[in-house]
């Protein structure tokens, strides 16, 4: 099926059969099929490649792609059938060569194309996705913000109608992924932690020249400053799951800190959360360092832009094929003579573009090499690069404890926000961007270390929020008095999954990465009954209850995908919870993939930055770059 919705289709009726949807008429904006069959008929949950081909006008495109699902008309285009043979893409394309093409406008990518054209670099920024804030051209908002240029992505307190939005946000891979301007700081909570010298260790999987990150730390703290008060009257609202978790983290020897006051300060802390937004709106690298790189003349960003491989010759990568032919013949972007290619695709999506490109171990290119398209773009097989790419992939596996206590307001669980949020916080914050809707549902966030039987070090770190995603208890409890603790396992996790592609050349996770180890569990069962331990004083701990155990709650919670996490939710279906957290780091680390200076090994100009390059999940912040 296709991830295009086609509503208002015009589908044929006749008296009998299975009818097909007409792809010569004008009816639909958009049709996609598959001539090739499912890879095992008898298997209901076998893979297959999805679209071998399909069709979108690029106005209907543009406009179904920002939101605006309900005013968008078809118009009528003319199709062309695909051959069944396909040629590699060659450098005799007659288009604009570029000194660096950076695929991805996630934090790392934008970062980097900010730097790169900051040092009079021609520099060509792709991203998948669309816009998001209005700044950037987005539309998508509440009506309740109608003429106030403001969209979903702009208001920090619509975060959490992120995971129940019908919009295909994450729609090429299989778990939550931000595919627009912006990528994961677009959708996120925006969190933004300095990060303590220990995620740059040796013992972290660092190489000893990375050592020192306070320089290029300070430099983007200069550009994109932390608050822990975003609401422009500088006052905290929505503060009553913060007091009271705070009351029972100091029974238990917690310190209250201002958290990137003191970023190596991580033992038996709390403080309130911290977030990058700017003056009340979403903040980030999208209104710092997209702003200034927009501006220079040797800057270009082209959006809905979908790399599909890098074209190479041998160790030389020669530029870029993308679905967008207004860039160059069938799709190919050249690089200058001594250019490169910087890839920032996200975990999922830099992994899949070095394994159509032939980088990458040979079960997935082989993958690769079967699919009609892909295949013939291939390098011959004598030029693949095998590389470990997808292998070491680590996430921080979260558990939701979910609480009740008189004084809490649980906001009505975050579920009025988008169509009817309270009419006095509306009039708040469309005056002057401050109030309850200034900020995200994060409150308070904290951290200790605990040691595993292996001797290893492990840190928690936990997020206190009202409202709750489920409830799973056979005690009676007041809806507008909950609220969630989530405990992460955090810098020093140990256990290792993969991620790589299926016979559609989807992204997926191949292993899962949560509780390889089992001292992980163990640290984090650990924690929890830590944290527990002093519950009481009108307090109550309602998920888990006392029908069940700390270590059967854990052992239970379903390690599912996020795409099956947001079904549910969705549906208002009411599952225990994933331990799935969508921080996936490590399926491009340096050592391994990358070298210290992020270029692949066996490459002579591909190098990749942001997230996958690190070696294990750490505390949640913008990750610095070498610059």
């Not at 934090?107 to 792709?126: F, N, Y």
């Not at 595919?179 to 972290?204: E, K, R």
């Amino acid at each position: 099926m296709s991830n295009f919705s086609l509503r208002n289709a015009a589908w044929p009726t006749t008296t009998g059969g299975t009818n097909s949807i007409p792809i010569s008429g004008s009816g639909a904006p958009a049709w996609a099929f598959s001539s090739i069959p499912v890879d095992d008929p008898s298997d209901p949950n076998s893979t297959f490649q999805e679209h071998t081909d399909s069709h979108v006008d690029s106005t209907t495109y543009a406009c179904w792609a920002s939101g605006n699902t309900d005013t968008c008309a078809s118009t009528p285009t003319t199709t062309i059938t695909p051959t069944t043979t396909k040629t590699t893409p060659t450098q005799t394309a007659t288009a604009t060569p570029y000194d660096y093409i950076v695929v991805g406008a996630g934090p790392g990518g934008l970062i980097t194309a900010d730097r790169l054209s900051e040092a009079g670099k021609k520099v060509l920024l792709l991203e998948r996705g669309g816009p998001a804030t209005w700044e950037t051209g987005g539309t998508y908002g509440p009506t309740w913000a109608a003429g106030h240029n403001l969209t979903k992505f702009d208001i920090p307190g619509l975060f959490e109608t992120m995971f129940t939005d019908s919009n295909p946000f994450w729609w090429y891979i299989t778990v939550f992924a931000g595919c627009l301007l912006g990528g994961g700081t677009t959708i996120n909570g925006a969190l933004y932690w300095v990060p303590p010298y220990s995620d740059f260790a040796t013992s972290a999987g660092w190489p000893a020249s990375w050592g020192n990150h306070l320089p290029y730390t300070n430099k983007m703290l200069a550009r994109l400053p932390s608050t822990d008060a975003p609401s422009t009257d500088h006052k905290r609202y929505l503060e009553q799951s913060a007091n009271v978790a705070a009351q029972l983290l100091q029974y238990q020897g917690y310190r209250q800190s201002t958290i990137n006051d003191n970023p190596d300060d991580k033992e038996h802390v709390y403080g309130y959360s911290s977030f990058d937004f700017l003056g009340g709106k979403r903040g980030g690298p999208v209104a710092t360092y997209y702003k200034s790189a927009k501006t220079r003349p040797n800057f270009t960003y082209r959006q809905y832009a979908y790399v599909q491989n890098l074209v190479r010759n041998g160790s030389e990568i020669l530029g870029v094929q993308t679905n967008d032919t207004s860039l160059g013949p069938d799709g190919v972007i050249p690089l200058n003579p001594n250019g490169r290619v910087v890839l920032s695709a996200g975990t999922f999506g830099t992994s899949r573009i070095l394994f159509r490109s032939g980088i990458g171990p040979t079960d997935m290119i082989t993958l690769a090499q079967k699919d009609a398209t892909a295949g013939p773009r291939l390098p011959p097989q004598s030029q693949w690069i095998d590389l470990p790419v997808g292998y070491n992939v680590s996430d921080n596996p979260s558990i939701n404890l979910v609480f009740t206590h008189p004084t809490i307001d649980a906001y009505e669980n975050w579920a009025d926000v988008w169509s009817d949020p309270r009419p006095a916080d509306v009039s708040q914050y469309l005056a002057d961007f401050s109030g309850v809707l200034a900020s995200a549902s994060p409150k308070l966030n904290f951290w200790r270390a605990l040691s595993g039987t292996d001797g290893k070090t492990r840190w928690v770190q936990g997020t206190v929020r009202p409202g709750a995603a489920s409830v799973d208890t056979v005690y009676p409890y007041n809806t507008s008095q909950i609220f969630t603790i989530t405990l992460y396992l955090s810098t020093g996790i140990t256990s290792r999954g993969r991620v790589g592609i299926d016979a559609a050349l989807t992204a997926r996770p191949l292993v899962n990465p949560w509780f390889s180890d089992p001292v992980d569990k163990a640290v984090l069962i650990q924690a929890i009954n830590d944290l527990i331990l002093n519950v009481g004083n009108r307090l109550t701990l309602i998920t888990p209850d006392n029908t069940t155990t700390v270590t059967d709650y854990v052992n239970n919670y379903d390690p599912v995908s996020f795409e099956l996490k947001h079904f549910w939710r969705s549906s208002n279906l009411s599952p225990q919870g994933s331990l799935c957290s969508n921080h996936w780091v490590g399926s491009a680390s340096i050592g391994s993939v990358v070298d210290e200076n992020t270029k692949v090994f066996n490459t002579d100009n591909l190098f990749i930055v942001d997230v996958r390059s690190k070696s294990s999940a750490s505390d949640l912040y913008p990750n610095p770059l070498p610059q």
